[in-house]
């Protein structure tokens, strides 16, 4: 009997322990103790018998991380969902929450599994909504910008929307995505094959119009240098200063020329992937 009532006894200030630490989890929250806040979660995901508070606390302490700019350990903290026992509502956010802070750490390619996961998971569109949303930025970021075409036709067609959203992902598709307003990359091959024959419009090609043509002028007066030479007979010295300056200037710019094209290409699709992000963020709820 006594050992009866102390095992109640345990159970019921293990409860009302639990209840108190996650309303005191949720004030350090509320005030930005963000670290303070972590600590506090991670003790309610410990103490847990469920896991549905399991859960809850790890996406409570995921959002601590997230407020601190700490996404690695906010993927980190998802990556120990639960996904069994728990209604398709906590799902559907669990799944979001942890491709969400993937795309935040940029492991796009973890973020797409998990929202390919959701979509099998959970049936309800009013649970998906958001996912699908988040799919765009992802295939954006992975620069398959064909697929985030066809992702929004899909999302228009098959969503109920309000009207500021539809209108908001039509002007997105119309604005960005039409075929003419697509990015136009470089092509690293095409700027080396051009330096090969005119040394430093591979640069120029790649858009960097300064540095091309001071490369096609260093080209010339290493030319002009090494013809001086052997026009005065010193071969020796045209042989050895020449390969030098073919090496570095001729040979250098070719490789320059594709270095540059990448690097062209890269500044495109970050400012193109800027722009879609700043028109899409707002519309997830």
Known sequence: MRFCLTYIILITVTNSLFATTFLDADSLFSIRLYSDAVVAYERLAYQSETSI????????????YKQLGCYPEAEATLSRLVFTEISDTLA????????LCSYLNSNFNLAETQLLQLK????????TLNS???HILILNEKFKWSDCKLHIQSIVKN???????????????????ADKKLPKLKIPGRAENISVFLPGMGHVY???TKEGIWSSVFNLSGFAF??????????????????????MFYVGGIRRSKFLAEKRNDVIKKEFNSRVKI??????M
């Open 226 to 247: 090494t013809g001086l030479l052997v026009y005065n007979k010193y071969y020796f010295s045209s042989f050895t200063i020449g390969t030098g300056l073919l090496q």
């Open 120 to 127: 099998l998971d959970v049936t309800n569109p009013a649970l």
């Open 92 to 99: 559907a956010e669990c799944r979001f929450q942890l491709a």
């Open 132 to 134: 699908e949303l988040l």
């Open 159 to 177: 969503y109920q929307l309000s009207s500021a959203m539809k209108d908001s992902l039509l002007s997105l598709l119309n604005n960005e995505y």
């Open 206 to 208: 790649s858009g960097y």
């Open 279 to 284: 028109k899409l963020t707002p519309l997830l």
């Open 53 to 64: 508070d399991f859960d809850k606390s790890l996406l409570k302490k995921a959002n601590c």
